[in-house]
């Protein structure tokens, strides 16, 4: 089975823009989780979809959204980005609700925002 | 205030030495993971724990669920087990702690 994908692996933004990342989970998994991970605050939680639904969400701010398809894949959008916002966002996904099974992570997304 | 604990933050061990890190935590949790980064960003989950023991090669993980603490210990560590490990847990949210850099030295 191929692995969790992301893409792409490497972005540059300017503040003010904004971004969108892409998620593709294990065939068959239905349950993506969204993480940000930056030197200072580690590893933090933003949200899990699953079949189609936000389940779960973090504390970020609104800028910070996401959605799931119909075939689990999921994307994250970043909105008016900040210099704070630079960070490796990374997506795990599982076969069934994250905290009912172990997750498989993607590579990341290592966005850097000038 | 952090959800979770780790110890110790930085871990330098020689090539066959028995490790352990401590992990604690202070929400109510539905399970545990320990997590492996290797350099380069890279996760791994290696354990998800509700309750008791696990055992996966070289690795062990151990809950206790009145004491709101788990270890992960690495016998015979070897360099390749050079990582950062993490340990998160499934409260209202996922929380996470902030790391153990472990090296090992041939």
């Known amino acids: 089975k191929a692995g969790v994908t992301q893409t792409p692996r490497y972005l540059i933004k300017t503040r003010g823009q904004q971004v969108t990342l892409s998620c593709s989970p294990i065939?068959?998994?239905?349950?993506v989780s969204w993480y940000q991970q930056t030197p200072g605050q580690g590893l933090q939680f933003l949200f899990e979809?699953?079949?189609?639904?936000?389940?779960n969400k973090g504390n970020f701010p609104g800028r910070f959204s996401g959605r799931q398809f119909s075939n689990s894949r999921s994307e994250m959008n970043v909105s008016t980005l900040e210099l704070g916002d630079s960070a490796l966002y990374l997506c795990?996904?599982?076969?069934?609700?994250?905290?009912?099974?172990?997750?498989?992570f993607g590579p990341g997304t290592r966005l850097l925002v000038l | 205030k952090n959800e979770v604990e780790q110890s110790p933050q930085n871990l330098t061990a020689q090539e066959g030495e028995f490790i352990t890190i401590n992990c604690s935590y202070s929400v109510g949790i539905s399970a545990l993971h320990w997590l492996q980064q290797h350099p380069g960003g890279g996760i791994v989950s290696l354990f998800m724990?509700?309750?008791g023991k696990k055992k996966h090669g070289r690795l062990i993980a151990t809950i206790n669920i009145q004491e709101k603490h788990s270890s992960l210990h690495i016998t015979a560590s070897h360099p390749r087990d050079s990582a950062v490990y993490i340990c998160?847990?499934?409260?209202?949210?996922?929380?996470f702690g902030t790391g153990t850099s472990l090296t090992v030295i041939p």
């Open positions: 065939s068959g998994h239905r349950s």
């Open positions: 979809y699953f079949s189609e639904t936000q389940r």
């Open positions: 724990l509700s309750s």
């Open positions: 998160a847990v499934n409260g209202n949210q996922f929380y």
């Open positions: 795990a996904s599982s076969g069934r609700l994250a905290e009912q099974e172990t997750q498989y």
